[in-house]
């Protein structure tokens, strides 16, 4: 497996990887299929996007996001992580935070931000398995079809070893 950073080449596999886990539902707050142009501006080259990195072997296996976010304080980042169904547990989400992290960290930013779906126990268990930390939570949120799944915001100090 290779861990690199995403190029506009990439963007097309994925869009398509990212469409797959948002078609199953359940484990993103993206609800919205993305184009490639979409894709490419909202994590690779456009204003908010800070890094994304993807694991590879003979195909994607995953991609990780860091990205400015207005709501979030300066020197944090948001991040989010999307990998194939069949590729989860092998290690690619964690090879994915080490390149992300170490980035971030020469970069000089401080924080980063996860939001999770509350009925996301695959993703919560994730980033609370990388020492992120609960800070907040809306019970409240719905996605586009109206169900409440609520989301909890965690946080990983950069400062910290």
Not at 77 to 87: D, N, Q, S
Not at 124 to 149: H, I
Request: one cysteine or more; hydrophobic letters at 40%.
């Amino acid at each position: 497996m290779i861990i690199r950073p995403a190029q506009d080449f990439d963007a097309p596999a994925l869009a398509e990887l990212l469409n797959e886990i948002i078609h199953l539902g359940g484990t993103t707050a993206h609800e919205t299929p993305f184009s490639t142009e979409a894709f490419l501006t909202h994590y690779v080259d456009g204003p908010e996007a800070f890094c994304c990195h993807l694991a590879e072997a003979d195909r994607p296996l995953g991609f990780q996001v860091l990205g400015l976010h207005p709501d979030l304080p300066e020197g944090w980042l948001e991040i989010g992580t999307f990998v194939r169904p069949a590729a989860r547990g092998k290690g690619a989400a964690k090879s994915l935070f080490r390149a992300s992290k170490t980035l971030a960290r020469s970069q000089g930013r401080q924080v980063i931000n996860a939001t999770i779906r509350a009925d996301n126990a695959v993703g919560l268990g994730y980033y609370t398995s990388l020492g992120f930390t609960d800070y907040a939570s809306e019970p409240g949120y719905r996605l586009k079809d109206g169900r409440q799944v609520g989301r909890i915001s965690k946080r990983f100090d950069l400062r910290s070893l």
